[in-house]
């Protein structure tokens, strides 16, 4: 046997230089650091936008410094507030002490999935924050440290918790499966509450909600763009039907206040669902109002604090009480119906200056909003075409090959699964569902939810939102489906990009879009275009575009 | 092509070996869930990169057509190129598989003629390199247009609202007015000299 050479510590011997580990070094997650990777984290908050939301620690910051000029006493304002919430949320506390780490939430966040980043498995997710809790809030963790699976709340543990509390949507989806029924959406929440006290915010989400405070939605409209945007929309519709459609705002006295999402008043294709909304109303001769100052379903507020989330949210029923309508209906948005069904009446409730809704069109009591006064668009409209009130010619969706997305907030935090399908199916006829476990209450996030859909994260929601777009590439290969519907401008806002990144071919819609195309208008002119202007199937050559 | 009967014989357990290497330039915690869940749903990174690396290896054994062998390499490539790599990273996968097949033919090699038939395989892997750097860069490119996609998108709604875009000429009383049409135009091609580009504009939409 050759005798080996001497070599210094540390130094591999001849043979052992050849036998290279392909394995990057592993190390504990307690070890390894945070590192803010271009792509996976949005852009901090503006000092414009940190003053207007009255934030504390208002600084000029970026989230890509090293340094992001935090108070002194940094430390202690964040175990204060996390002291307070442990005394005001029991559940707070609850999800703090009870997980036993069984692991089922761990493979079912679609951004665990997607990076592959075990920090983005939920359990891995609440340790970081958990780790802190018992540093400072049990005994055990207090005099054992390490081996209680404590930790010292660092700088380094600061970035960390704020990294991966803006990589997650707060879509529920693990929360779904863990047998203790632990949100971690809601520790992610408290997260950003805590972070939101150092003025560690992200402009994405601080922008619309000053916006919102000051004007009434996220974009800033102001009333006069309002009037603007929904004429521009009847001159559209009076393009495609021939019908002029005449919305009111502002209008006290009418019967029905409608609040939809503002994001569906600029980008395309969510502005083809709020004009699919118009000409329903206008068919039925609904009496109904929109509200320049409650022109926004959404609440960005949500994903900041407690209380801008509560803040915004009343103006929705401030401005029905100004209003004095009977009750009120909402459009195709997401979270907006997570905070009425989950929060509202905690907040504001009862709601009793409202009277129970009932459809003046079909007599129908929506029992369900006889809390919130508040009954969703696709319950509506479903409830009208159950009733036969609505002449639907669904060939016209005949180049459509349909499938639904659920919602997170509509499918798992209202359990609303039902209702949309029924309208897909009298509007259109070809509907194909994604497989089982991918829809309803366990359906992918679009990875861009809670503030997340910014440009310059554009790597993290093509991850986050993978899981959903491989359900939607198995559907459009194997059925050829070419439109992915849903009811949230959300969705309607980020999964264009997540299609075009995955699944080129397929395109977004709103349901209530879908509903518009197949609307047969008393006195519409003959249709040869759908609401984005393309022709109708077998009306191209007679078509004008 | 003694090489080839070699390989095929071997086929399901190179293929194992490749995936495990794979799934190794993965944190540990998650290369064990990529392997264990089979489902191509809960997991579609294990799945597609599963089914990716089949599809390649087969491509390999058959001569390289780009056409047949792209979409393999893309499924994998494009996840890899929004996941935490670096460029080099997310396309290594294609040199470990001259890792694993060099250890699982370590015996065979001094064979025959072998040694020379691994060598052209070795530069055929080469090639399936240079594909997946265009893949990968082709994937890299589309992050940044999407991006700009959609600041367009948003803002080309907000530009016809604040009458920045001739759009809507066509329709509007104002522009179509015949007013503005007549009198005014010394060209002598009749109406609306000023928006002869109107249909290229309308066409931007």
């Known amino acids: 046997m050759a005798v080996k050479p001497k070599v210094p510590k540390g130094v591999p011997y001849p043979d052992e230089l050849s036998k290279i580990d392909y394995k990057p070094p592993q190390k504990g997650w307690m070890d390894t650091l945070v590192e803010f990777k271009p792509g996976t984290y949005c852009y901090g908050a503006t000092i414009k936008n940190i003053k207007a939301l009255e934030s504390p620690n208002q600084r000029e910051w970026s989230s890509k410094d090293k340094d992001w000029k935090l108070p002194e006493n940094w430390r202690e304002i964040f175990l204060e507030g996390m002291e307070d919430r442990l005394r005001k949320y029991r559940s707070f506390r609850l999800f703090m002490d009870i997980c036993v780490r069984c692991g089922a939430c761990a493979d079912k966040c679609h951004f665990f999935i997607g990076s592959g980043d075990p920090k983005n498995m939920p359990i891995l ?72 006290n150092l003025g560690l915010i992200t402009d994405w989400i601080a922008g619309p909600v000053v916006n919102c405070y000051r004007s009434g939605n996220h974009l800033g409209i102001l009333p006069h763009t309002l009037k603007d945007t929904l004429d521009t929309f009847a001159a559209d519709i009076k393009t495609i039907t021939g019908i002029k459609v005449e919305p009111t705002i502002n209008r006290k006295g009418a019967e029905i206040l409608f609040v939809g999402p503002s994001g569906d008043f600029f980008a395309d294709p969510g502005t083809f669902t709020c004009m699919g909304e118009l000409m329903i ?36 029923y401030a401005e029905a009480k100004r209003l004095k309508v009977k009750w009120i209906l909402g459009g195709e948005c997401g979270h907006m119906w997570r905070l009425i069904n989950q929060y509202l009446d905690t907040w504001w409730g009862p709601t009793d200056f409202l009277e129970e809704p009932v459809s003046p069109i079909t007599g129908t009591k929506f029992e369900n909003a006889k809390s919130t006064k508040m009954v969703h668009i696709c319950e509506f409209t479903a409830d009208l075409i159950r009733h ?36 897909i199916k009298n509007v259109c006829n070809n509907f194909y569902e994604m497989p089982p476990n991918t829809i309803r209450e366990q359906t992918f ?101 | 092509m003694e090489l080839n009967n070699l390989l095929s014989e071997k086929r399901s357990i190179i293929l194992e070996r490749w995936f495990d290497v794979i799934l190794e330039t993965y944190p540990a915690d998650t290369s064990s869930f990529l392997k264990k869940q089979k489902n191509q749903f809960t997991n579609p990174v294990g799945y597609t990169i599963y089914q990716g690396i089949e599809g390649i290896f087969e491509g390999l054994l058959n001569g390289i057509d780009s056409e047949r062998v792209s979409p393999f390499l893309d499924g994998i490539i494009r996840i ?61 490119e589309k992050i940044y247009e999407l991006k700009a996609n959609e600041v367009r998108n948003m803002t080309f709604r907000l530009l016809q609202r604040a009458n920045l875009i001739l759009n809507q000429v066509q329709d509007d009383p104002v522009l179509n007015s015949p007013e503005l049409n007549s009198g005014q135009d010394n060209s002598g091609e009749g109406q609306k000299p000023n928006f002869k580009d109107v249909d290229d504009i309308v066409n931007l939409k």
């Not at chain 1, 990294?163 to 520790?187: H, K, L, W």
């Open chain 2, 80 to 140: 890899r190129a929004v996941q935490d790599f670096t460029p080099s990273q997310a396309i290594s996968f294609i040199f470990l598989l001259k890792k694993v097949i060099r250890e699982e033919l370590k015996n065979e090699i001094g064979e025959d003629g072998i040694a020379e038939e691994l060598l052209e395989l070795e530069s055929k892997i080469d090639e399936l390199a240079f594909l997946s750097f265009d893949i990968y860069m082709k994937c890299r």
């Open chain 1, 125 to 196: 997710r609440a340790e970081l924050l958990r780790s802190v809790y018992r540093k400072y809030f049990t005994a055990g963790g207090k005099y054992l440290g390490r081996i209680a699976g404590a930790r010292e709340l660092t700088y380094d543990v600061l970035k960390e918790l704020w990294y991966y509390a803006y990589q997650c949507t707060e879509c529920r989806r693990c929360s779904a499966f863990c047998p203790y029924g632990i949100d971690t959406a809601e520790v992610t929440i408290i997260v950003r509450e805590l972070l939101y």
């Open chain 1, 388 to 423: 036969g009130k609505l002449k639907l010619d669904p060939s016209r969706n005949d180049h459509l090959k349909v499938t639904f997305h659920d919602s997170c907030n509509t499918s798992r935090a209202m359990g609303f699964l039902e209702e949309p399908r029924y309208i």
């Open chain 1, 281 to 316: 109303f206008h068919e039925l001769g609904l009496d109904y109002t929109w509200s320049s100052l409650a022109s926004e379903g959404g609440n960005f507020g949500f994903f900041t604090s407690n209380e801008w989330a509560k803040r915004l949210h009343y103006k929705i």
């Open chain 1, 445 to 545: 996030c679009c990875g861009s939810g809670s503030g997340l859909n910014a440009g310059e994260n554009m790597e993290l929601r093509m991850r986050g939102g993978f899981p959903r777009a491989n359900a939607v590439r198995y559907v459009h290969e194997k059925y050829g489906v070419n439109m992915l519907a849903n009811i949230c401008a959300i969705d309607r806002a980020a999964l264009p990009a997540l299609m075009d990144y995955w699944v080129p071919g397929v395109g977004v819609t709103g349901t209530h879009e879908m509903v518009a195309n197949a609307l047969v208008m008393k006195g519409e002119k003959e249709r040869t275009i759908d609401m984005r202007g393309e022709p109708l199937l077998g009306k191209e050559a007679k078509g004008d575009v």
